[in-house]
């Protein structure tokens, strides 16, 4: 190979760098986002009284504990998206939600409730919650797994898990505007079953397609 060749070919090679894996996932949930988001408006909707919802405190909660676990997934599976990287650390940050969430619940707990705890934890959607958010989900979590291909995850079924609490969260914050049962208590209890669907199924599909 002479001098030029070798010069062409180191340019070529240069040209054509893999995406960074943020760019990657991006793309791949804005390409699954309207998948989601149809199956979304062609079953559900958002419920009718939502602009009288906005005044009730535990209406908004619910969007700040779903947009916290996809934001503090999405930030730990791109740094699980490099080899060296562990959860040490970063894993705390999916404490965020949860913590806004406890919150919530003590904050309704110091309130006069007119119906009964169980009452408020079992609502009246729960049947709904446990398949809407996984089926939601899934073409996220397909959008997720497919751009953190691009990385080189050392733990790809934990990063697979990660992926599955990134694509609940946005999920659930979609289903969030139909649910009508705003207890923190209903959040707690069944938007946390359907999320530990989807990152069980996660961690499966990760196991396999984040392999390197």
Known sequence: ??????????????????????????????????????????????????????HNPFFNLKFAVTLALAIAAIAVSLHLSRPEASLRGFGLLL?????????????????????????????KNSSTCLVAIPLMSLPLLAGALVGLRHGAPSRPAVAGAIAGLLSAGLAATLYASHCTDDSPLFVAAWYTIATALVTAIGALAGAKLLKY
């Not at 995406?19 to 309207?34: D, E, I, N, T």
Request: cysteine-free.
């Open 1 to 54: 190979m002479d001098t030029d060749q070798l010069i062409r070919t180191l340019a070529a090679d240069n040209a054509h760098r893999a995406r960074p894996v943020g760019f990657a996932l991006m793309l791949a949930l804005l390409a699954a986002a309207p998948v989601s988001l149809l199956m979304f408006f062609t079953e559900l909707g958002v419920r009718p009284d939502v602009m009288v919802a906005m």
């Open 95 to 123: 404490l965020a939600p949860v913590g806004i969430l406890a919150a919530a619940i003590g904050g309704e707990m110091m309130m006069p409730q007119r119906l009964p705890m169980m009452t408020r934890m079992v609502g």
